[in-house]
């Protein structure tokens, strides 16, 4: 399993970005894939997650209705858009897949991960 994250830079406070991950190696319909972002000095935390089979979303409280996320079967990809970007959210932005349907926060419970890509957001 491969996983590449892309869409990462540099934008102002209340900005917007997407961040895609092109999946390959495998069937993904049976996974869950999630992003998640570590700031400088802090732990890896749970940003979104999506079940490939149905759609199915889950955010952090502190992104809801602010990120989306999102699939595309065709493309065996994953978006990440992100808007009203603040700078605390400043981090490395990863994705990661795991073989269970169910959407966990656990960094921990995910198997592959793809590198990461830095969002800057300048104050």
């Known amino acids: 399993v491969q996983l590449q994250a892309s869409g990462g830079g540099l934008v102002q406070t209340g900005g917007s970005l997407r961040l895609s991950c092109a999946a390959s190696g495998r069937t993904f319909r049976s996974y869950v894939m999630g992003w998640f972002r570590q700031a400088p000095g802090k732990e890896r935390e749970f940003v979104a997650g999506?079940?490939?089979?149905?759609?199915?979303?889950r955010y952090a409280d502190s992104v809801k209705d602010r990120f989306t996320i999102s699939r595309d079967n065709t493309k065996n990809t994953v978006y990440l858009q992100m808007n009203s970007l603040k700078p605390e959210e400043t981090a490395v932005y990863s994705c990661?897949?795991?073989?269970?349907?169910?959407?966990?926060?656990?960094?921990?419970?995910?198997?592959?991960w793809g590198q990461g890509t830095l969002v800057t957001v300048s104050s």
């Open positions: 990661a897949a795991r073989p269970i349907v169910v959407i966990s926060t656990d960094p921990t419970t995910y198997y592959y």
């Open positions: 999506i079940r490939w089979s149905d759609g199915s979303t």
